[in-house]
């Protein structure tokens, strides 16, 4: 390997030439541009042997690599915020076709009013999309996830969206080991024959009208209606909680590198308090929880790196017996509250030995967040704890409740 020190879109676009892309289609949004920007560049140089297609809109540099993808070409594209909104139904044909892509998306705030700076309402917006959507926590995760983004949607047949904060990573740099071409070669050998049967000699529709019930295809063989191909769907991405820590695992035995699968760990062994984020956030928290335990509190941290499918088991598992689990979210679900502390709810309902579940929005549209604003947000949840405080809503840090009107 060979260390650069490199942005974190810098580190996207070098894991997809490791990967050696065959198609890449690229519209330019804030702050993920330098992605297929660096892409575009290795192929006029002749370094990527790859179709670079510059096209009008995001939503069609999706159809770009719908179409790759469908003949089994290995298609990459990147976006943010509303970028990825305008793409998203092509988002949702892309996951119902089960096709194999890879998109990285630069998390970015949405509009209106206009932002370009950092939270997760982007990629959180199609959470149910049917996407593996994998979260990352600095510039080295983003690249190794991304490698392993391909060999985990390959498998399943289904896309993955590798998802990594605007402007805190993208364009912050960091020191990134790059493994050497024979490695990533050996770990992401060629795409296989796709799903999808595409013959010249024997024409067929792609992706048809399908209707409710099974039918009778013209040879006389019983075909799924809708509702069996969403159960198939659904299967593939329960199956990623198996895959997604295989080929985590996989990465660390060809670079010493993993990244602890679905989710990762910090101070959790005999923690009482547990805090839970998903992206750059969970490195803050580490910082958190080094100084409550200076003073006295057991904390540690849980990170949410596959947030799609949603890891219940290994939730479960990590946060029994624990007293607190405090749900940092840098987006909303409006009406309601963030999406993680949501579905982590949801997942310990009924759970034995569950812990109170609390929540807070943080650093939305790139609102700064210090870790002595998050340690004080956990001490405010200690004293609601101890006050037996049950159900609680979700407390926003750092809102600047004066100017509201």
Known sequence: MTVHVMTGNDAAATAAKLARVQVVAAYPITPQSPVVENLSKWVEQGELPAEFVAVESEHSALTVCIGASTVGARAFTATSANGLAYMTEQ???????????????????????????????????????????????????????????????????????????????????????????????????????????????????????????????????????????????????????????????????????????????????DAEIVLVAAGSLVTQLTLVAEALRAEGVRAGVLGIRCYRPFPVAALRERLAGRALALVFDKALSYGYQGPIAEDLKAALYAAPDAPAVYGAICGLGGRDVSPGQLAAATRAALGDLAAGVTDRAPVWINLAEGSMR
């Open 91 to 269: 988002v949702w044909w892309a996951a119902g076709a089960r096709l194999p892509i890879v998109m990285c998306v630069a998390n970015r705030a949405m509009a209106a009013p206009w932002n370009v700076l950092n939270d997760q309402q982007d990629s959180m917006s199609v959470r149910d999309a049917g996407w593996v959507q994998l979260y990352c926590r600095d510039n080295q995760e983003i690249l190794d996830t991304t490698v392993q983004a391909f060999r985990i949607a390959e498998r399943l047949n289904v896309p993955v969206m590798v998802c990594y904060d605007g402007f805190l990573l993208s364009h912050t740099m960091m020191p990134v080991d790059v493994p050497d071409a024979e490695v990533a070669d050996a770990f992401l050998p060629p795409r296989t024959a796709p799903l999808q049967v595409v013959d010249v000699n024997n024409p067929r529709n792609v992706g048809p009208v399908t209707l409710a019930d099974p039918r009778a295809d013209a040879d006389g063989t019983l075909q799924p209606g809708y509702m069996e191909f969403r159960a198939m769907h659904h299967g593939a991405l329960l199956e990623a909680l198996e895959v997604v820590p295989d080929v985590d695992r996989a990465w660390e035995t060809a670079t010493g590198r993993g990244w602890g699968g679905l989710v990762c760990e910090y101070l959790l062994d």
